[in-house]
């Protein structure tokens, strides 16, 4: 009996069913990264309810998403209720937070009203600190919120994998040899940062460690690793081994690469597969015209070790 491209259809449309479009909540703080998530999801059908933190996200997402609210980081509470009045249960994060606020002038927290939701879950780390201040233990407390009140987080790059980079050097120029050893040597030292969730971002120089990332983030470690050396080191920028990637994904973009020039360094590497280059046609034009190689690590695929790097 003969098939008809109709029956084929039929076929095919049973064996991958369509995603059903749904309400999604979107975290929004600091970057293009949450614009670029909002209109992935609106592309697939999703209405988008945004939470736009506070001094933090684009106004652009005003214009992209059904819902938008701006709410300073600690109104919790207020959070919560947001995303529940709009029936939200399945909810995303997007874009970079400025820890540093926790940690200056009070008067920058309290600018982001704490309420009775945020001090209860938060007690433990403000307060009585009985509980440390590491990015994966205020992350975790922050999703518990909205998690005993039914609504789940998935990673952005869940709705964008395209926004991953892949393997290989997405510069005309690769790293030289000598370049190359210090890749492979700050890989592992980044690594072990990251497990110890203190930064993800290492600077080395002749296989020396010129400055690692902490709370002041990617962009003031290169700045001052340019302050320490006469230039022509080499970033990298790894996960951490079991990135949570709901709440942080390594992101770069065109700012990374302007601090690596000012600053004197030669080459970026990142980490493919679990890295975002923000803008990247204009990101790797721009590293192009200011002579930055630029290359995405598989480390089993570039290091004589493999896998073996980074691994606790």
């Not at 296989?207 to 050396?229: F, P, S, Y």
Request: with cysteine; aromatic share 8%.
């Amino acid at each position: 009996m003969p098939v008809s491209k109709s029956n084929l259809d039929d076929v095919a449309s049973q064996r991958i069913p369509t995603p059903r479009p749904k309400k999604i909540g979107l975290i929004a703080a600091w970057g293009d990264f949450p614009v670029r998530i909002a209109k992935a999801l609106k592309s697939q059908g999703h209405e988008v309810y945004c939470l736009a933190i506070k001094n933090h996200a684009d106004p652009e997402l005003a214009e992209i998403c059904d819902g938008y609210r701006v709410l300073g980081l600690g109104r919790m509470g207020a959070q919560v209720r947001f995303f529940r009045r709009n029936g939200i249960t399945s909810a995303t994060m997007a874009g970079k937070v400025f820890k540093t606020l926790l940690f200056t002038r009070r008067i920058d927290l309290l600018k982001h009203f704490p309420d009775l939701t945020f001090l209860k879950h938060f007690y433990s780390i403000f307060v009585s600190k009985t509980q440390d201040s590491r990015d994966d233990t205020m992350l975790n407390a922050y999703a518990g919120v909205f998690e005993s009140n039914g609504i789940t987080f998935s990673p952005a790059t869940d709705f964008a994998p395209e926004l991953l980079v892949k393997e290989g050097t997405m510069t005309r120029h690769s790293p030289n040899s000598s370049q190359m050893k210090d890749i492979e040597f700050g890989w592992n030292m980044a690594k072990q940062m990251g497990r110890l969730d203190i930064g993800q971002t290492v600077v080395i120089k002749n296989q020396a460690v010129m400055a690692v990332e902490a709370i002041e983030g990617t962009d003031a470690c290169i700045k001052r690793a340019g302050e320490l050396c006469k230039g022509g080191f080499v970033v990298v920028k790894v996960a951490k081994p079991n990135q949570d990637m709901r709440f942080d994904v390594p992101t770069i973009g065109e700012g990374t690469i302007k601090t690596i020039k000012e600053a004197g360094g030669a080459v970026l590497a990142i980490e493919a597969d679990m890295t975002i280059v923000l803008k990247e046609a204009e990101t790797i034009a721009l590293a192009e015209r200011l002579g930055i190689s630029v290359i995405a690590i598989n480390p089993e695929l570039h290091f004589a070790n493999g896998a073996s790097i980074g691994v606790a």
